[in-house]
């Protein structure tokens, strides 16, 4: 019988002192017996308020009967329907905003762990071989290229091939996952999962070329001969600088590259591997955000003295997932609430020494209805630093819309299109931070799935 009232199971965590020196994740998943055990407080709801707030509806209630019932093939059975990637949403997903936000043991009781369970069941599926991609359906002999591999591409991909259509993924790295693989820390989400999730994808029949720049390489006109509609999921990798004096000295790095260099590149095992990062002892991490967080994580476990948050607003405006802004608290990361960066400062070498910051108060809200932040006079300070990372954003790419004047771009650069992704350009669909300038990786899937749904609506009426 349900027993909401039994206390929600936590997965066990390394302790701040321990997980500061390493990359290994700092959560670790259920067990068979707490698993069970939280799955047991789930009221399995008729009228599920979990899976409608979930941007791609996971079955929640019908998995977790699932697990309860002692198949937990089923039960990844149950999340596929409509997620692939379920080991990455499981420790990526802000589960708080979504399902765990909407469960209705808020309240008096704490929300049923979604996240930690769906993650269980897929790891726990694929370990013991259960775990089945889902069948293709009849061949249609139709193509479509997928450009960019994160979860946006990912997701379009795989229902294309639900479709029965062919598809290629194309991307521009080395390696597959774009922003799940040099976006988010191992301590996070490992590498590993990423490399399982994309399998099921493969074993699907999904095609995947790595080192093809779409617009360089190969232009969206081009793939258009080979292929009857494109896909455009290649994210935001454009990063959004701070337009400050001294932003080009050495020292001062974007969240993209810091991130890239980390996490893509391993550049924290050098000399192990090719790739150095050089870190100073003295880090400020400008943004609020969760590339913000990831940053400062991740450079408090390169060895410095000390990471300093600099963020404009208050602690309660922070876009930034609150466990993560928990977890970097924990670790000993500082943080400049109501804070804003002015100038950055150099020595006679051209390096970075320091930081000139401003106080804020907060004002009227703005147009999205967050207050504003207004400036404290006389009230600059300087924050020592040797390292700078900025973290208040990205743009899309702007490769392809430049290479392709069919495609519009709004003032943001972010490509024009229509509900369900479709663009100003015929045959050609987009989702993702391409045309969202800044997405979580469910709402990125979100759009791929909407999208391969009009994709095939659009190739059944060119038939």
Excluded at 370 to 398: C, H, M, W, Y
């Amino acid at each position: 019988m349900p027993n909401p009232a039994f206390p929600r199971q936590q997965g066990a965590r390394q302790s701040p002192r321990e997980r500061i020196k390493n990359f290994e994740p700092v959560v670790e998943g259920f067990d068979e017996k707490t698993a069970l055990l939280e799955a047991q407080r789930c009221l399995n709801c008729k009228n599920a308020r979990c899976t409608a707030a979930c941007p791609v509806n996971v079955r929640i209630p019908q998995f977790i009967e699932q697990l309860l019932k002692g198949n937990v093939g089923a039960a990844a059975d149950e999340i596929m329907k409509t997620s692939l990637l379920p080991a990455v949403c499981g420790r990526v997903c802000p589960q708080e905003n979504h399902c765990e936000g909407a469960c209705i043991l808020n309240g008096r009781f704490k929300p049923v762990a979604v996240g930690l369970l769906e993650r269980y069941t897929a790891d726990t599926a694929r370990n013991s071989g259960v775990l089945k991609p889902p069948v293709p359906g009849s061949p249609t002999g139709k193509r479509v290229a997928c450009v960019g591999s994160g979860p946006s591409s990912l997701s379009a991909a795989a229902e294309l091939r639900r479709f029965g259509h062919d598809v290629v993924v194309y991307e521009a790295l080395h390696d597959f996952g774009g922003v799940l693989r040099y976006g988010i820390p191992t301590f996070r989400l490992p590498r590993e999962i990423i490399s399982k999730e994309i399998q099921t994808v493969k074993d699907m029949g999904v095609a995947f070329e790595s080192s093809v720049i779409v617009g360089n390489t190969i232009t969206v006109e081009e793939l258009l001969k080979d292929f009857d509609a494109v896909y455009i999921g290649s994210g935001a990798g454009l990063p959004t600088m701070a337009n400050v004096p001294g932003e080009n000295l050495v020292g001062v790095y974007s969240a993209n590259e810091f991130l890239t260099r980390i996490n893509l590149m391993q550049a924290y095992k050098f000399p192990e591997v090719d790739t150095p990062v050089g870190i100073g002892k003295k880090v400020v991490v400008l943004g609020g955000g969760n590339s913000a967080m990831d940053a400062a994580r991740c450079a408090m476990r390169l060895g410095p003295e000390s990471v300093t948050v600099v963020y404009r607003r208050s602690r309660e405006e922070m876009p930034a997932r609150e466990e993560e802004v928990d977890n970097a608290m924990e670790e000993g990361i500082k943080f400049e609430f109501l804070t804003v960066q002015k100038e950055i400062l150099g020595n006679e070498n051209g390096r970075v020494r320091g930081i000139i910051c401003t106080r804020n108060t907060l004002g009227a809200p703005d147009a999205k209805g967050r207050r504003s932040p207004v400036p404290v006079e006389n009230s600059d300070f300087l924050i020592e630093a040797d390292t700078v990372i900025v973290a208040i954003g990205q743009k899309p790419n702007p490769v392809i819309p430049k290479k392709t004047p069919e495609l519009k771009t709004n003032e943001r650069g972010v490509l024009v299109a229509k509900e369900g992704g479709e663009t100003t350009m015929k045959g050609v669909f987009a989702g993702g931070d391409i045309i969202r300038s800044g997405a979580t990786v469910l709402m990125a899937m979100k759009d791929g799935i909407i999208a391969a749904g009009k994709i095939n609506e659009y190739l059944n009426d060119k038939k």
